[in-house]
Nanobody
């Protein structure tokens, strides 16, 4: 059974940076895509970023392009999300996800395993 565990998020101020990590266990994810999604209260889940197995291809959602960067270290089964220039509207629960690449790496349906989520709050 695959388990994904996100690092603790936190409360930061607008303009700050924060890095999230997601540690996977249960099997090697070297051939799976991995991604970050987020969900704010009262809103639908939103795609944040995704990365191919070898890390050669990344995709970022329009709202985070140029500010967030997804990366992974396949050797230790860890996914990262570097978040810079954080805004209030980035406040959400962030979850990592993993699964064999099916059709659309930006779709939540492509992912079979999910972390429990971690709260990120941006507030003055």
């Amino acid at each position: 059974q695959v388990q994904l565990v996100e690092s603790e998020g936190g409360l930061v101020q607008p303009g700050d940076s924060l890095r999230l990590s997601c540690a996977a266990s249960g099997r090697t994810l070297s051939t799976w895509i991995m991604a970050w999604f987020r969900q704010a209260p009262g809103q639908e889940r939103e795609f944040v970023a995704a990365i191919t197995p070898a890390g050669g291809v990344t995709r970022h959602g329009d709202s985070v392009k140029g500010r967030f960067a997804i990366s992974r270290v396949t050797a230790n089964n860890t996914l990262y999300l570097q978040m810079n220039s954080l805004k209030h509207e980035d406040t959400a629960v962030y979850s990592c996800a993993a699964g064999p690449w099916k059709y659309d790496m930006q779709s939540a349906d492509d992912y079979d395993y999910w972390g429990q989520g971690t709260q990120v709050t941006i507030s003055p």
